[in-house]
């Protein structure tokens, strides 16, 4: 069983940063597959951005390349997603998601969610 956590979110202003942090329970955290999803009003969850288990492979979707990174730190059992150049459309719950790395199936895991708003 693994838990998530995620903190960093907030009121930012367009083109302004935040850093979300999620972090995991268990001791096999470089096991897992980590990605960040989010949820606008009104919308489906959509998939942002994943990291495999080293660290060494990431992906993120086209909307944000370029302004979003996912990192990780597997002594910390913690990934994070860099949002910089924020606009209002990235408005969202931002949710932390885990499942085994070599896994093809959906993500087993959730955090919380934490909220994003930007201003404008």
């Known amino acids: 069983q693994v838990q998530l956590v995620e903190s960093g979110g907030g009121l930012v202003q367009a083109g302004g940063s935040l850093r979300l942090s999620c972090v995991a329970s268990g001791r096999t955290f470089s096991g897992y597959r980590m990605a960040w999803f989010r949820q606008a009003p009104g919308k489906e969850r959509e998939f942002v951005a994943h990291i495999r288990g080293s660290g060494e492979s990431t992906y993120v979707v086209d909307s944000v390349s370029g302004r979003f990174a996912i990192s990780r730190d597997n002594v910390k059992n913690t990934v994070y997603l860099q949002m910089n150049s924020l606009k209002p459309e990235d408005t969202a719950v931002y949710y932390c998601?885990?499942?085994?790395?070599?896994?093809?199936?959906?993500?087993?895991?959730w955090g919380q969610g934490t909220q994003v708003t930007v201003s404008s």
């Open positions: 998601a885990a499942k085994v790395d070599n896994y093809v199936g959906s993500y087993d895991y």
